[in-house]
């Protein structure tokens, strides 16, 4: 999906998003639609240490590297 980026701020393009789980049972669809209104909106992302944080509204993500 395209996104416009600044120095702290994701700007989605909504409209060009792919789905894929739209007619799965719960709760894979559920999965889908949670996604889907996060990238709706802008992202506000920070890194804090090894995380990457991104906030939309009144969801934070927090990503995280995973060592085998």
Known sequence: MPATISADRIQPDADHLAIGAMS???????????????????LDYRLDGDELVLESGTVTLRLSRVVD
Request: hydrophobic share 35%.
């Open 24 to 42: 799965c049972p719960a709760p894979a669809s559920e999965y889908e639609a949670w996604a889907k209104r996060l990238v709706s909106r802008p």
